[in-house]
């Protein structure tokens, strides 16, 4: 719509979920499959750790994109943001306690999608700011949990969530291309490998 902001990674959700709505196919009793599962949808391990008694659980889920906060590079915020701490309930203790938290992924998907997480919401100020941190985005990516290559990129070019301009980059045959709305320019990937405006990333399964 014009002159309304759009998020492009909620819109990206929402295709992906339209679509794989869609594509669904009945493969056992109550468990279905699609093309769109296959590719970008993986498996993810996390570990709980009660930090008052020390019991340990563990839940798997299915998640559809990974989301880091710009610190350094993609491959080592990302591996950042597999460890945490939160409060939640322990069956030991029978109260809200705090726990660590350690997350792999079991199963990687053919296409990763990781977010940068560029907005945050300030509750004093009541609204959205942008953090315009650089990050270095790896080419590849060559960790125990993924190997990954880096194909895609959308690029967010302005100061918060109500105003800006998105741009996206594709790599197809070793040549990268700038799409900016009607354009679509041959560039080299250095012009991007350090930036702040980098939004969402796509890396495929090597």
Not at 25 to 34: C, F, G, M, P, V
Not at 132 to 148: E, H
């Amino acid at each position: 719509r014009q002159s309304v902001q759009q998020d492009v990674h909620e819109a990206f959700l929402k295709v992906l979920d339209v679509l794989e709505r869609q594509t669904s196919i009945l493969i056992l009793d109550n468990i279905y499959t699609s093309p769109i599962k296959q590719t970008f949808y993986g498996t993810m391990k996390s570990v709980f750790n009660c930090q008052v008694c020390n019991y340990e659980s563990c839940s798997f889920e299915s998640f559809s994109d990974l989301v880091i906060d710009p610190v350094s590079s993609v491959e080592s915020s990302l591996t950042t943001s597999m460890a945490g701490r939160a409060h939640k309930y322990c069956v030991t203790c029978d109260n809200n306690t705090l726990h660590s938290i350690h997350s792999v992924i079991t199963e990687q998907p053919k296409i990763t999608c990781i977010r940068v997480n560029r907005f945050k919401y300030i509750n004093n100020e009541q609204q959205y700011c942008k953090n315009t941190s650089k990050i270095i985005c790896n080419q590849f990516i060559s960790s125990t949990m993924m190997g990954s290559e880096l194909i895609g990129m959308i690029c967010h070019k302005g100061p918060s969530t109500h105003s800006g301009h998105y741009t996206a980059l594709v790599k197809n045959n070793n040549i990268w291309y700038h799409c900016n709305d009607l354009s679509t320019d041959i560039v080299e990937y250095t012009q991007f490998s350090f930036t702040s405006e980098v939004y969402i990333l796509f890396y495929r399964r090597c």
